[in-house]
């Protein structure tokens, strides 16, 4: 099961934690690449984390605003468009000639503004500190 953190970052003007990126931490080879989308609950509470707790040892991929849906039936999921992600990261291989297993991918991270927006609601009130 994948573990979801919100990662935040200091505001610059008043040095509050501001909630900067989703986390979605599936473990080595766990990543179901042959589905059509992925959908993630929105339930509190996430695994609240400061920007240097991230673990830069594991292989993640940048999650776009155009990957992501929100689920026709579910109010609380959105969905990421497994087949764009795969689309996205064959086409780096091809022109930036990275080189890269599928299962060696572990996590997704995607910003939370894009989330929000996706989700047309506020979402603060699931990660804000406990």
Known sequence: MAK???FYSEHPEDFHPVPDKLNISFGPGNIAWHKNFLYIPLEA??????AEDYADD???VSIHFEDLTK???RPNQFGIDIHSVVRRLEKLKY???LHFEYSDIEQF???MADIEEI????VKPFYEWR
Do not use: N, T, Y
Request: no cysteine; hydrophobic share 35%.
């Open 4 to 6: 979801l953190s919100v």
């Open 45 to 50: 509470p996430f695994r609240p984390k400061a």
């Open 58 to 60: 594991s292989i993640g």
């Open 71 to 73: 689920h026709p039936e």
């Open 95 to 97: 022109q930036e000639g």
């Open 109 to 111: 991270i995607i910003q």
């Open 119 to 122: 989700m047309q609601m506020d």
